[in-house]
């Protein structure tokens, strides 16, 4: 598994051998969202895939004005891979984007920014390598339907995992085997109605140069889960945008639809990204120390305190929709309470069990899937940072059930709690993002506070629910 091509010259013969027709050029924008652009192979020379290809950005949700809007791809022929979905045969290589105008990596770019952090690293002579592991959960349903309008809103998901089905009547009859609410953590088939899926998923990514550890059912109906081997920043991200694209691509082809929104059902678990993080410094685990509390080293602990310290504006990029609050409400094994601790999993950050030099590390378990993946590591790791420089020193450890709180409880005893909303999270960030300055530019803070609030905050909080009607109505 891994990289099938390290050079150009290896690029091109690649390309033969798998008689490729089309290179399709990708890169992510500040939503996370990939976006594409396919050549011919006969019209991708190699001075294409060294100085990069034109596109216009101002196309592009809160990039470039119209009156600047040239901009150039930089393509990364070490991240070729064959897309698996094509019908013609397709080579896929992700780009970064370049800035004509300022002569440098783009600012606004995501993977640039993610690059300029590992920079940051090694000019603080704290690392030379970030290892990060994302847990990506995703739903899987039978279909989903949506409106939004002046008078009218309503979204309907349909699975037939949903315990609503148990008196459906279906064509075949309704074989009654569900996993229930809060039921789908490891039951068999065909409670477990999605394995063949999954394995299909698990293949395929494998065809595209992930290293897959393992697949099961979540806690949710119609929800999962597939494990991914770890990896440096960048690598790290560029597989889980592989991985939704598999995932996605997988479910649609066999007439489902998968989803990695935080919280689609009502009542049910949410969808979370958890990391796994440690920094290495010459092939040594700067988070290991032998003997201590789960082997945690006093850096692991001030990386983790300074995640803590900022952890209201890291969630404007680690958390970024307003669906993602809804997922970190008490209830359903939501990690927003800001302590650590060993297996721990009701603690926003979980050391894992039993880890030696190799594998101590923290993890996160508060972040989700609507983060660009980029910038999400690239956040962490610049709060993680600014913990070592300034030895924060986070609560805990708690190793109580911390789900058995009350919001009481929380508040007398000082235990620091994530943001609530979307709103809090990007003011936050707008108050406390000089720990960010080194890497993300004021531009990029700028933008994307604006463009949250508009394009989220502002139209969410506008709009009533069905919720408010029975609430409201009638008083």
């Not at 494990?227 to 007439?255: C, P, R, S, W």
């Not at 790791?381 to 109580?400: F, L, R």
């Not at 720990?435 to 993300?440: E, H, I, N, Q, T």
């Amino acid at each position: 598994m891994g990289k099938f091509v390290s050079s150009i010259d290896e690029f091109y013969t690649f390309c033969e051998e798998n008689e490729v027709q089309f290179v399709d050029f990708r890169f992510t924008d500040i939503k996370g969202a990939w976006h594409h652009i396919s050549y011919r192979m006969s019209a991708v020379p190699k001075s294409m895939l060294e100085n990069g290809l034109p596109f216009d950005g101002s196309s592009i949700d809160a990039w470039q004005p119209i009156h600047q809007s040239d901009m150039v791809l930089k393509p990364d022929v070490d991240t070729a891979f064959m897309d698996p979905f094509t019908a013609d045969s397709t080579v896929i290589v992700i780009c970064d984007v370049y800035d004509i105008y300022k002569g440098q990596m783009y600012e606004k770019c995501p993977r640039s920014i993610a690059k300029k952090s590992l920079e940051y690293l090694a000019e603080a002579n704290i690392g030379d390598v970030a290892y990060f592991g994302p847990e990506n959960e995703f739903f899987v349903f039978d279909s989903v339907e949506f409106r939004d309008t002046m008078n009218s809103a309503s979204y309907h998901i349909e699975t037939e995992e949903g315990g609503w089905n148990y008196d459906t009547k279906y064509e075949n009859g309704n074989m009654g085997h569900r996993p229930g609410v809060k039921g789908g953590y490891f039951p068999v088939m065909p409670t477990d109605s999605q394995v063949d899926l999954r394995a299909e998923m698990m293949l395929l990514l494998e065809e595209v140069g992930l290293e897959v550890m393992l697949g099961h059912h979540e806690v949710a109906q119609g929800q999962g889960e597939i494990g991914i081997k770890f990896g440096t920043l960048i690598e790290a991200a560029d597989n889980v945008q592989k991985y939704k694209y598999v995932v996605k691509m997988v479910a649609h082809l066999n007439g489902k639809t998968a989803t990695f929104m935080p919280k689609p059902l009502f009542g049910d678990n949410g969808n979370g990204m958890h990391v796994h993080q440690s920094i290495w410094k010459d092939g040594k685990n700067l988070f290991y120390k032998e003997g201590a509390y789960a082997n945690l080293s006093d850096m692991a602990l001030h990386y983790l305190g300074g995640i803590f310290k900022h952890a209201k504006a890291v969630a404007a990029i680690t958390n970024p929709s307003t669906n993602s609050y809804k997922r970190l409400l008490p209830g359903f094994e939501a990690p927003s309470i800001l302590t650590y601790s060993s297996q721990n999993r009701s603690a926003a950050c979980r050391i894992p069990y039993g880890a030696g030099e190799m594998a101590t590390r923290i993890e996160t378990r508060f972040p989700d899937s609507t983060s660009c993946p980029y910038l999400c590591f690239a956040v962490l790791m610049m709060a993680g940072i600014d913990g070592i420089k300034n030895k924060y020193i986070p609560v805990g450890p708690m190793n109580e059930d911390l789900f058995e709180l009350s919001l009481d409880e929380i508040r007398e005893r000082n235990i620091p709690q994530m943001p609530h909303t979307l709103r809090e999270a990007v003011e936050a960030l707008i108050a406390d993002n000089d720990f960010l300055k080194p890497v993300f530019t004021q531009e990029f803070i700028d933008t994307y506070q604006h463009y949250q609030f508009e394009r989220q905050i502002w139209p969410d909080e506008g709009r009533p629910t069905a919720y408010e009607f029975i609430t409201t109505y009638s008083c």
